[in-house]
């Protein structure tokens, strides 16, 4: 989001809503003070955010004051002002304050329990060209953490690791988003991070904002901290795949994994230099592939038509897969938005993710994904 978006915001959803609440509404020198400070802190915040100096604490302040606050505010704004117009005043703001705190608890919700409330989720795929060797492949699927969301310190990421170790998966593949904005938001998170292990490796590839296109950085300087961040995957022990695939092997047997730099069918997410075919170069003829690849809209557009990768594991979305009118909103973004998606034998997994680059999830609860590959079902 750009700074000019972030003062909108702080216009439209502080300073408008605290002027009419003040004028028309609140009688006490005291009460219209309060009301105010939420708005204060967000005004803090802005020069830090245009500055880019601690961009990521202030844009997680700003954007946690702004839902919990703010936006109720402006909601008990629009109500009492239409209310207003058709009632008595008193009347009109009992109703706008039920609304508003209505508002308030539904994002205090999403953020200190939606959020947070970490679910496991179990799924088995079978293919027959799974080399017998891999029956009853374990392989745990982390995607999304956007750890700049949580601040400088979580419990929430320890549970994450501890529950991940818990399931004692055989490989690990994280598919994208690492953080929202700056290199620096894994530093308080390395200690936890590495404490991922699998017996066959933790394989990673980049997300969209893994490539730090949405915070203070440009040029030189963003390609700098692109590459701390890259550097500070790979001290962890990952194997970061950049249009690259590795050969794991189990015994005689031999599958493949390829990670492709983030390729989105989307005009909202620019080319970042992904390239499938580089990714699939060089692998045998006919061997079992299992292709990363951050945003899902590459499944149709491009892994499908033109390639013979049996298996994609994706992330981005959050899970979005809400309905309007018994419509699924989100597939006029994006068909494949959640869960398993299948085209003859060949297989799209989009995991929901664990964080959000916003301070709350709106596709529902975050997950770790247990895919158990099997080549027939029993």
Not at 57 to 81: G, H, N, Q, R
Not at 104 to 111: A, H, N
Not at 187 to 192: A, H, K, L, N
Not at 339 to 355: M, S, W
Request: net charge neutral; with cysteine; proline share 4%.
């Amino acid at each position: 989001m750009k700074f000019k978006s972030y003062i909108i915001f702080f216009l439209l959803f502080g300073v408008l809503a605290d002027a009419y609440l003040c004028i028309f509404v609140l009688k006490s020198l005291t009460a219209r003070v309060a009301v105010c400070i939420p708005t204060a802190v967000t005004l803090v915040c802005l020069p830090l955010i245009g500055t880019g100096r601690k961009y990521t604490d202030a844009v997680c302040v700003f954007s946690y004051v702004s839902f919990i606050s703010e936006l109720p505010k402006t909601v008990f704004m629009l109500f009492s002002a239409v209310g207003r117009l058709m009632a008595s005043p008193s009347g009109a703001d009992l109703v706008a304050l039920a609304a508003g705190c209505a508002v308030s608890l539904t994002f205090i919700t999403l953020i200190f329990y939606v959020t947070r409330h970490l679910q496991v989720n179990g799924q088995t795929l079978c293919f027959e060209s799974l080399p017998k060797g891999f029956d009853g492949l374990r392989i745990c699927q982390l995607s999304d953490f956007h750890l700049g969301s949580f601040g400088r310190k979580s419990l929430y990421v320890k549970r994450i690791i501890d529950r991940t170790l818990e399931l004692h998966p055989d490989v690990i593949f994280f598919t994208g988003d690492l953080v929202n904005f700056e290199s620096r938001e894994a530093d308080s998170y390395m200690d936890e991070l590495a404490r991922l292990k699998a017996p066959m490796g933790i394989y990673a590839i980049r997300g969209n904002h893994d490539y730090l296109l949405h915070g203070p950085h440009e040029g030189a300087s963003r390609e700098l901290d692109t590459e701390r961040l890259l550097g500070l995957e790979r001290s962890l022990g990952w194997k970061v795949l950049l249009n690259s695939s590795e050969i794991i092997r189990r015994g005689s047997d031999a599958i493949a994994v390829a990670g492709v730099e983030n390729i989105s069918a989307s005009p909202y997410f620019p080319s970042v230099g992904g390239d499938m075919s580089l990714a699939l170069k060089g692998l045998p003829e006919g061997i079992f592939t299992i292709l990363l690849s951050h945003d899902p809209s590459h499944w149709r557009s491009e892994v499908l038509p033109h390639s013979d990768v049996h298996l994609t594991l994706s992330g981005h979305t959050h899970g979005l897969k809400y309905k309007l009118a018994g419509l699924h909103v989100s597939h006029w973004r994006l068909h494949e938005s959640s869960g398993v998606y299948t085209e003859g034998d060949r297989v799209l997994h989009v995991c929901e993710g664990l964080g959000s680059a916003f301070a709350f999830r709106l596709g529902g609860y975050p997950k770790i994904d247990i895919i158990t590959l099997k080549t027939k079902l029993i």
